[in-house]
């Protein structure tokens, strides 16, 4: 018999109170073994919401580590605690949970190790849920682009809903990466270099009020930072190919 794998679910948290609750109230609870919130020191009410939500286990950090220093300690705390599977998805309603079995199964059925949300499934589905509209050509734009240096076939590389394995996990080294948005995308640049199985599934959105995504000057800021790590993804892969040539070319002149 196969060891039953372990699946927690990480909800990295700040200034969450007014989801948070109803969240939890609608959340898939028979597909995880445990769940585990991160408050990243709020300036509202989240942490001491979430210490009164039966069954949900709550970390709060000493100072504002940022998205992806908050991530980080999630993931830790997830793996310390004997994740296989960990479901990354935000407890503020931006992503709604009905993507979660069809990721689990793309990893306990069909082998992948790390699955990611595509929001372009449904355009006009996306639009309606609150996405605004001169964000939807510059994120399929970039991720186009991000699709040709990374040969790899995702729809959406810049979106929040993500699984992730333990074996993933354990061939990056995540703790290394940003502590802000980027760390995400750096992820999955890590996860091309030490090929990695990577999916996808359609994921359902809920952009209301101000939680409508980054502002245009962060999108921009954000925007430039990945093509940082394009480039250098870019000029590993030329290094390769130089070295695989230099290598055939030794082994001509010894015929």
């Known amino acids: 018999m196969t060891k039953k794998q372990k699946i927690i679910a990480v909800f990295i948290a700040y200034n969450a109170e007014r989801t948070l609750a109803k969240f939890w109230w609608e959340f898939p609870k028979q597909y995880f073994d445990e769940c585990i919130l991160v408050d990243d020191v709020s300036k509202d009410n989240t942490f001491m919401i979430a210490q009164k ?29 004997g994740a296989d599977i960990i479901v990354d998805i935000h407890p503020d309603g931006e992503y709604k949970p009905s993507a979660i ?27 309606k849920s609150g996405m605004r509209a ?9 991720s186009y682009i991000d699709r040709l240096i990374l040969g790899l076939k995702i729809t959406d590389f810049h ?9 993933l996990l354990k061939k990056v080294s995540f ?20 090929k ?50 230099k290598g055939q070319k030794k082994i001509l002149k010894q015929y």
């Open 53 to 81: 939500l039966k069954g949900l286990k709550s970390y709060r950090n000493s100072v504002n580590l940022g998205y992806g220093g908050n991530l980080k300690r999630a993931l830790a705390i997830a793996l310390s605690h």
């Open 159 to 167: 979106q929040g809903f993500r699984v992730y394995t333990r074996n």
């Open 175 to 194: 703790e290394k990466n940003s502590n802000n948005y980027l760390f995400s995308f750096e992820l999955i640049a890590q996860s091309v270099f030490n």
């Open 196 to 245: 990695v199985k990577i999916g996808e599934v359609p994921v359902e959105t809920n952009y209301v009020g101000k939680k409508r995504g980054a502002s245009f000057k962060n999108s921009v800021k954000y925007s430039l930072n990945t093509f940082k790590v394009l480039a250098f993804i870019y000029l590993q892969k030329l290094a390769s190919k130089i070295k695989c040539l």
């Open 101 to 127: 079995p069809l990721a689990l199964k793309k990893i306990q059925k069909d082998g992948f190790e790390f699955v990611m949300g595509n929001r372009f499934t449904n355009i006009a589905g996306l639009l």
């Open 134 to 142: 001169w964000k939807v050509l510059p994120l399929l734009t970039l």
